[in-house]
């Protein structure tokens, strides 16, 4: 088997992807390749696709700002990436493309291999910050995986009642996040509030010792919203692990074999630094 994987987006100039998916080659003994296909506007966008559906590539990774534009041009979605209203993988499967979105489940993955406890309690209290599209994804993800405590909060409230309307969640401002931190196993930081800024979305002052914080913000790692974490007792959780297990996943739909990440945190955290 060769397999033929690609990355879809713009700008992905200085993405880590080709790196993790080389590396996952390497360890799966699968001879493939992964590479950039940046595409530059909406406006070449079926062009661009229409080249990788003549290519009969085996499958690509979709991210920002194509992961909604993809959708007419598949054969199928799979439920989650239906759920999300989003898709970060296609896979060539007979003769179809089929949309799947591993954003989520591969954010849960992280958490739970960072810390192991979130595994036996389905019922942690946790708090997402944010009503973006990777607020969606992971909100689904959690849902997926049985937490069922699950708050959101966002600037604009609306957007909340939207990501948790048909499920059991409680939606509330990011204000009362701010007061009420302290209810809190795990709080998740899912804007790009506090990227290459000294800005954070709440401030931790409430913030109970022991509490799982997560940014999903990598650059820097070392964002201003884990630093004051780390100072209040936070265990805190890196921006880049999404990355590396949605990629994980994303790998393991294209080939069927599980790949294993170890040692990939480490590696990741130097190359971002
Ligand atoms: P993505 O798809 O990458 O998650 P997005 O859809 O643009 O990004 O969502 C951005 C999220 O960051 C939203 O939750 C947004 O809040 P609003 O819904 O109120 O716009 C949030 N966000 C961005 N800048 C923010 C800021 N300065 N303060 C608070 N929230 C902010």
């Given amino acids: 088997m060769h397999l033929t994987l690609k990355l879809i987006g713009y700008p992905i100039k200085h993405s880590l992807s080709p790196w993790i998916h080389h590396t996952f080659i390497e360890r799966s003994g699968i001879e493939g390749s992964y590479s950039l296909h940046e595409i530059p506007s909406e406006e ?145 930081q899912t804007t790009s509030v506090g990227m290459n800024e000294a800005k954070q979305i709440v401030d931790l002052a409430n913030l109970r010792k022991d509490t799982i914080v997560s940014d999903i913000v990598y650059q820097p790692l070392d964002t201003p919203f884990l630093n004051q974490a780390k100072e209040k007792g936070g265990r805190t959780h890196y921006g880049h692990l999404m990355l590396l297990y949605q990629a994980q996943k994303a790998f393991e739909i294209w080939t069927g074999q599980p790949i294993d990440v170890t040692g990939m945190d480490e590696e990741m955290i130097a190359r971002i630094k």
């Avoid at 192991?116 to 209290?125: A, F, K, L, Q, T």
């Avoid at 997402?128 to 995986?145: D, E, P």
């Fill in 44 to 188: 070449v966008f079926e062009e661009e696709i229409n080249k990788l559906r003549e290519a009969k590539v085996n499958g690509f990774n979709i991210t920002v700002p194509y992961k909604q534009t993809i959708i007419p041009y598949l054969d199928r979605m799979d439920v989650t990436a239906e759920r999300v209203g989003a898709v970060n993988t296609v896979s060539l499967e007979g003769d179809k493309w089929v949309g799947y979105n591993t954003d989520g489940i591969g954010y849960v993955q992280a958490l739970r291999d960072k810390f192991p406890d979130m595994d036996r309690n389905i019922d942690v209290s946790i708090l997402i910050l944010g009503a973006g599209g990777a607020a969606r994804g992971i909100f689904h993800g959690l849902i997926q995986a049985g937490y069922n405590d699950l708050t959101l909060a966002n600037r604009t409230k609306t957007k909340c009642e939207d990501i948790v309307k048909g499920y059991q969640a409680s939606v509330i401002t990011l204000e009362e996040a701010e007061e009420n931190l302290a209810a809190y196993d795990v709080i998740i």
